[in-house]
C-alpha cells in the first residue's frame, strides 16, 4: 500500500489500537523551562536568563528562575516518571551551566556540579528502565556567546563541537538518544524576525537565515563529535513541523505563501541535513546576500540516524496586499477548528500528513538507509496564571485527553500506513516555563502549584498512563 493512502480500520480497531511491541511512551522537556537557576550555576547563566531579567519581554511577567525547581526536585519527580509507566523521557543539557568557556578558548572539562545532578537523574532513569533522549542546544546560549553573535558567528559551532564531546564522553552511557539542536526554525524566526526571544532583532531575514546556516554547522561538528566518542550513537535534530494551508485556495498568492514558508519552515533544514548543501528556495535564492549563504557544509550530509519529529498545529497562511513585502505573508486566525489557549488549532490529520508525505523523503539518508522516526514533542496548552493557589482547578483537563487520543489515532493510521514510528513524547510531563508565554501556558500532563511547586497529575496524565501501560488505544463503548 502506498502510504499516501489511508489506511482501513479493522474491526478489532473499532474497539482498540494496539501499538507496535516495544513502542516508546514518554515526556519530553528542556532543562531552561524547567530546572531553574540553581546557585551553583548562578555565575554562568544563559541567553535566556538574562533576556527573562526584563519581565516585560513575558507575556505574563514571569521568569523561569524557579521554574519547576527541577534542579532541586527532579528525584521525586521520578517517581512521577515511574507512576506514569513512561519508557522514554527527553532532557536537554544546560549548555551554559555544564561548560566554562570563552571566546577563543575552549574548555577542557566540565562543570562538576552540573554533572553530578544530571547523572543522579540519569542513573534514576536508567533504574526505571527508562530510554534518554538528550537535546544540546534547546533555545539557550552561554550568555557570553549570545553576546558574541551567537549562532551568526563561527565561535558558536567551534564552541558547541566540544560541548557535544564533553557531554559524549561524560554521559556516553545514560544517553540512548541525541538531539543536536532542537527547531532550529523556530529558533531564527522568534530571534531574529519576530524579535520575541534573545536577541530579540526584528525583521531580520538575512541574519535569521545566518543563524540558521550556524545551526546546521552546529549539528554538522555535534554529530562528528559524538560519533567520535561513540561511534555507535544514534544522533539527530528535531524539527516544529507544520502543515501550512492558504486561508484562500482560489488565491495564488495565498499559495505562493504557503510553498514559501513550508519550503523555509518545514524543509530546509532537514533538506541541508540529508544532502550536506544549504540551498534556498526560489525566490529567495535571487537574492545576492542569501545566495552567499547557499553551498556545501562540511560533515552536514546524512548526518542523521533517526527522524525526531516535534508536531502541535497547521498554519492557515495568507498574503498582506498591505505589506507585499512580505513574501512570507501571515499567520491568519480564522478557523472552525477547536483551538488551544494559545490560539493554535487542534489539527491531528497534520500528524498524519507529516508522517507519511512531508517528512517521507527524510526517512532515508541519501545514501538509502533507512531511518526510523520518533514524536519528539506533541501537546496541548491551556492558560492559568502562575500564582493560581492550590485547588483542584484545571485538574480536568478533557481537552488535553481529547488532543491526546486524537493526535494518537493519527498516528496510528500513519503507522499502518507503513511509517516506522517508533517512539512518542507527550509535551511535556509537568506545567513549566513556556518562553514568552511564560508560566501562564501550560503545557503539562501534571500541574504545578507554582506557589508551593506541589505536584498534582491531571486527567491526561491517568489517560497516558494506561495508554502507556497496555500499549494500546482503548474505546470506551458507547453508552446503552
Ligand atoms: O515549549 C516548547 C518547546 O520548548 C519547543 N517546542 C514547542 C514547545 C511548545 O511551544
Given at each position: 500500500m502506498s502510504p499516501t493512502q489511508t489506511p482501513k480500520i479493522n474491526e478489532e480497531e473499532n474497539h482498540k489500537l494496539s501499538f507496535p511491541q516495544g513502542f516508546l511512551w514518554g515526556c519530553a522537556t528542556s532543562h531552561f523551562q524547567i530546572e531553574g537557576f540553581p546557585d551553583e550555576i548562578q555565575n554562568r547563566l544563559s541567553d535566556w536568563a538574562n533576556w527573562t531579567n526584563d519581565k516585560s519581554r513575558i507575556a505574563d511577567q514571569t521568569s523561569a528562575d524557579e521554574a519547576c525547581q527541577f534542579y532541586q526536585r527532579h528525584l521525586d519527580d521520578l517517581a512521577l516518571i515511574e507512576e506514569l509507566g513512561l519508557k522514554a523521557f527527553r532532557i536537554s543539557f544546560n549548555w551554559p551551566a555544564l561548560m566554562m568557556g570563552q571566546k577563543g578558548q575552549l574548555a577542557d572539562r566540565l562543570d562538576e556540579n552540573a554533572v553530578r545532578y544530571y547523572k543522579q537523574f540519569l542513573a534514576g532513569l536508567k533504574r526505571l528502565d527508562v530510554k534518554v533522549f538528550a537535546t544540546l542546544f534547546h533555545f539557550t546560549l552561554p550568555d557570553w556567546l549570545s553576546k558574541d553573535g551567537g549562532w551568526l558567528s563561527d565561535e558558536c559551532p567551534r564552541q558547541f563541537a566540544r560541548f557535544a564531546e564533553l557531554v559524549a564522553r561524560e554521559f556516553g552511557n545514560d544517553v540512548d538518544f541525541w538531539l543536536t539542536i532542537n527547531e532550529p526554525l523556530a529558533y531564527a524566526y522568534q530571534g531574529y524576525?519576530?524579535?520575541?526571544?534573545?536577541?530579540?532583532?526584528?525583521?531580520d531575514y538575512l541574519s535569521a537565515f545566518k543563524s540558521i546556516q550556524g545551526q546546521l554547522k552546529g549539528h554538522a561538528v555535534a554529530c562528528k563529535a559524538i560519533k567520535s566518542v561513540l561511534p555507535e550513537a544514534k544522533v539527530s535534530y528535531t524539527i516544529h513541523w507544520r502543515p501550512f494551508e492558504p486561508k484562500n485556495r482560489f488565491n495564488p498568492f495565498d499559495h505562493f505563501v504557503v510553498y514559501l514558508r513550508n519550503s523555509v519552515f518545514n524543509h530546509l533544514f532537514p533538506a541541508a541535513v540529508r544532502t550536506g548543501r544549504l540551498q534556498f528556495p526560489f525566490p529567495l535564492n535571487l537574492i545576492g546576500e542569501v545566495k552567499k549563504l547557499e553551498g556545501k557544509i562540511d560533515d552536514l550530509s546524512d548526518s542523521c540516524d533517526f527522524l525526531a519529529i516535534n508536531y502541535y498545529t497547521r498554519e492557515i497562511s495568507t498574503y498582506n496586499l498591505a505589506a507585499p513585502?512580505?513574501?512570507?505573508g501571515e499567520r491568519a486566525l480564522n478557523t472552525s477548528l477547536t483551538c488551544n489557549d494559545?490560539?493554535?488549532?487542534?489539527?491531528?490529520d497534520g500528524l498524519y500528513d507529516v508522517l507519511v508525505k512531508e517528512s517521507a523523503v527524510y526517512q532515508r539518508g541519501l545514501d538509502g538507509r533507512h531511518l526510523p522516526v520518533y514524536i519528539t514533542e506533541n501537546g496541548y496548552a491551556s492558560t492559568h496564571a502562575a500564582d493560581l493557589g492550590p485547588g483542584d482547578w484545571s485538574l480536568n483537563d478533557n481537552q488535553r485527553v481529547d488532543y491526546l487520543r486524537l493526535h494518537l489515532e493519527a498516528l496510528y493510521r500513519a503507522i499502518k500506513a507503513g511509517i516506522d514510528v517508533r517512539g512518542y513524547l507527550y509535551w511535556s510531563l509537568l506545567d513549566n516555563f513556556e518562553w514568552a508565554e511564560g508560566l501562564a501556558a501550560r503545557f503539562g500532563l501534571v500541574r504545578i502549584v507554582y506557589p508551593t511547586q506541589e505536584r498534582k497529575a491531571r486527567a491526561s496524565a491517568h489517560e497516558f498512563a494506561k495508554i502507556a501501560r497496555s500499549n494500546e488505544l482503548v474505546f470506551e463503548a458507547p453508552d446503552g
Open positions: 524576525v519576530n524579535g520575541a526571544w534573545p536577541p530579540g532583532i526584528k525583521n513585502a512580505n513574501i512570507f494559545m490560539g493554535w488549532e487542534v489539527f491531528p
